[in-house]
Structure formats: C-alpha cells, structure tokens
C-alpha cells in the first residue's frame, strides 16, 4: 500500500505523509503511479489532437493547391510543386 500523499504546507516539500505538515481539508493526491498514467494519456491525446489539427490543414492546403494548379496558374505550377513537396516534409515531421 502506498503512503498517503498529501499536499504539503510549504510548496517546496510537495507532498507530506502526515497531517501534521499537511494543507488542512485538501483531499489526498493520486499515486505516483497513476498520476505518471494521467501524465502519458494527456501526453498522448495532445499529441493525437496535434497530428488531427495538422491533417486538417494538410489536406486544406492540398486542395488550394490543386485549384491552383488545375486553374490558369501555369507561370507558378513549379511553386506549387515546391510548396506541396514542402507540405510532405512537414507531414513526415508531425
């Protein structure tokens, strides 16, 4: 069974296993072990919802592209070609 984790008076001791040195009427905090869990699935769903924003605005700028390239935008088409080879180095990177 763990200690009991309790918040500290003094900030710099963070958590205390006595009453005594103990904020008064704060609930005790979760485990190591499951506040490291809440920690990666936070981390995840941040990393999730990063890569779900960035393929939104990846095939946003993909098909402003090829509206681009399809309409009378022949004296760029190589820009657009640049900027969408640009687009697939940062979809490798997110």
Request: proline share 2%.
């Amino acid at each position: 069974m763990d200690e009991p984790r309790l918040l500290a008076l003094r900030s710099e001791f963070g958590y205390v296993d006595r009453t005594i040195g103990a904020m008064a009427d704060e609930p005790e905090a979760v485990s190591e072990a499951e506040q490291r869990v809440m920690t990666q699935g936070a981390a995840a769903l941040a990393d999730l919802l990063r890569r779900q924003t960035w393929i939104e605005a990846r095939d946003g700028i993909r098909a402003s592209l090829a509206l681009l390239d399809l309409a009378v935008f022949s004296d760029v088409s190589r820009d657009l070609r640049a900027i969408d080879r640009l687009v697939e180095r940062l979809d490798a990177r997110l």
